[in-house]
Structures are given as C-alpha cells and as structure tokens.
C-alpha cells in the first residue's frame, strides 16, 4: 500500500481507525525524503530520530486528534520549540526557539506529526531558496513558501504550512501544481511567525487537493459555514494588471471559467474601479515600509548578513515618508470598502495566479503580480490547478471569497 497516495484525508483515516500506525507513515515520509531530496532541496532541517520519536508518542495516545499522524511541513518561518527555527537567513542560523508558534501548537494538539522545516525565502520576501521545481528542476518553485510547495508537489508531505504577504502560497501553489490556502487577513494568530508587514502578513497550507486543504481547515477551525453546492454567482477578474498575464494564464482563466459553468456556477465578469489600477503600488510601499520596521534590528546589526535585494527593499521602505504610507493606506481602505460591496452580488472571484508558468531559473522566484492586489485587500483565496502550459508546467487561477472564511471558494474549487 502506497500511504502518501492516499492524501491527507485518507492518511488521517487510516491513522484514527487503527489500519495504520503513524509509525508506519512517518517511515513512508522519510523514504520519500530520502529519494527526493538530493535534487528537490524542500527541507531546511529535518530529524530522523525526531521524527520517529514523535510519531511513537502519537501512537501510545488513547485519544486521537482529527489530525491525528497527518505528516505536515512546517515552513522555516514558524518557530518550533524541538527544531531550529532560520527563517532563511544565515543570521539566525542554529537558532532555537524555546516554544511553539500558536499555529504549530494547535496542530501538535490536533495530533498532527510535524515532519521537519520546509524552506523559506529570506525572511519570507525575494531571496530564493535552493528549492527545485518538482516537474522540471531548472525552474523556480516560486517563493517564499518554496520548500512546502514543492514538498507537496513532489508527494512527499500530504500538506505544509506558509504564509503570504504578497504571493508566497499562491504563486508557488500555480508553478507547483497543488491548492494553496491563504487565510483571511488576521483569520489566524501569527505569534511565533517571523513577521514581515503587519498589514498583510498572513497563514495558510499547501496541500494536494482541496479537500485535504479544507480538512485542515475544519480541524484549526470549525466556524465553516454551509454553502450552496451548486448556482454560485462568481465573477471573473482579469485584474488591471491583464496585460502581464501570458497566454498560459489566459487559458487557465478561460478554463476555469468553462469548468465552473458547466458546473451549474453563474459566471460574470468584474472589471474594478479605476482606483485599483495604483492599489498594486501601495502594496509595494506598504510592505517596504512595514518591512523596514519588522527587520530594523537585522538592517541594524547584521546589514552584510542581508542579501541586496533585502537591503534595498529595506532602505527603500525606510525612506518613505508617513505622509505617502498613509495615502496608500487609504486608498487600501477606499478599495476594502468597494470590495465589500461585491459581495452583494458575487459569492466568489476568480483571477489568475500568477503570470504563467514557472520561469526557468533558481535565481528568482517569479513575479507576484497577480496576488498583490487580493493580499492588500485582506482576503482568503484558494488557489487551485487548472491546466498545463507550453512547457508542460502547471498553470492556476485563484478563487477568493468574501469575509474570513471564503468556504464558498473551498467549495467553488472542489472537483467533480
């Protein structure tokens, strides 16, 4: 029997029931590092000996979690109080943290087995990882969520843990070929989550469909309202930045599209107000500025310890006035309120992930275009697969949904 194959929600059934020992399951997990990872580089720190003692405690426990022996990456943003904790920096290289983020101590007591700590962009912005494309290994996997992604993609892990503050999960999500959850803004605590910019700094997983992503959902919180299964009312959002969107993308929207009408969804489409088009660049400052803030003591104390692209980020972020961050952040706020108006007559958007395929090359992690805009407006979205490009990569769209939750998007990107 082939464990991993069985996916998260199968995996969980099996561990629960008694068919499976999560003994078993962290033995298939760590076979399958073992073969993928001298090319794939999605783990920054993993134990072995960790792993299988971990996976004992969980199997001597009389009461099981709704998680209980699910393997789980853990991005290398999150501080964990067994493992190291790097955030892709070589300043905190060897760091310890003495307890747990709040994410990873409900997971624990969900009964989830932590496996080890996926790679992170330096400090979750632009510095890539060593991290390969798990269906090509000369391109990016995206970032900064690189190393869970690709750990998913590859069939190591049935789900991993990252963050967004620009595209982190659904770029790499898109070039990955798997779904990728972004909370709502705020929906989850970020204690213990080496922060960026407050003002978008999200959590959220990778998983390789979409019902393993809504399981974990369920299990860190059960506030899921029910929906309608089918007669969605959704929109389809180019988004200003259309012009960037390859033709892969177009296909994948145009797809999506197809898919979901045929479903019994109403689909329309949503052009946004000409106050949109200068929200991507208030995002831009926004996180400069905040980020600015967040790694003062780095810029401060380590500054050669930086990568360039970091450094300049920072000092640029630094030098804007509080005049201009608050002219941005206003017009955030002037386009968060034209968005709760949609949700009057659409229960989702789709819009395209990313820009198109992964582009070859491990020295950057592709453009974030087409999240920058949804991530300023605070919402969850759930990007999914939709199709393969010219180079026989995966190419996605996004779905976002209204309020905290955005289950209708969960539901939206379920398959038939």
Known sequence: MDILSQGATGIVAAAQSGRLKVAEIAEAVLARIAVTEPSLHAWAYVDPAAV????????????????????????????????????????????????DAEMIARLRKAGALLIGKTTTTEFACFQPTPTTNPHNAG????????????????????????????????????????????SS???????????????????????????????????????????????????????????????????????????????????????????FEELTQGHIDIMSAEAAGSLSKEMASHPTALSQGMFDMLESGASLSRSHIQKAQDLRATCIG?????????????????PGEAPESLDATGSPIFSRLWTSLGLPSIAVPVTKGANGLPVGVQILGPGALGCRAFRAGKKD
């Open 52 to 99: 299988r003692a971990r996976a004992a405690v969980l199997d001597a426990q009389s009461v099981k979690g709704p998680l209980h022996g699910l393997p789980i990456g853990v991005k290398d943003l999150m501080d964990t109080a067994d493992m190291p904790t790097e955030y892709g920096s070589s300043i905190y290289r060897g760091w310890a943290p003495t307890q």
């Open 139 to 182: 391109h990016t996997p995206g970032g900064s969520s690189s190393g869970s992604a690709a750990a998913v993609s590859a069939n190591v892990v049935p789900v991993a843990l990252g963050s967004q503050t620009a595209a982190s999960i659904t770029r790499p999500a898109s070039y990955c070929g798997v779904v990728g959850y972004k």
């Open 185 to 275: 803004h705020r929906r989850f605590p970020l204690s213990g989550i080496k922060g960026l910019a407050p003002s978008f700094d999200s959590f959220g997983w990778l998983a390789k469909d979409v019902g393993d992503a809504a399981m974990l959902f369920a299990a860190l919180d059960s506030a899921v309202p029910p929906v309608a299964e089918q007669g969605l009312r959704i929109a389809i959002c180019q988004t200003p930045m259309w012009a960037e969107a390859e033709h892969d993308t177009r296909m994948a929207l145009q797809i999506a599209g197809q898919i979901l009408s045929d479903s019994g969804h109403l689909l329309s489409d949503l052009v946004l107000p000409d106050a």
């Open 338 to 354: 034209h968005i709760a108006q949609v949700w009057n007559q659409y229960d989702c958007i789709i819009a395209p992930s990313a």
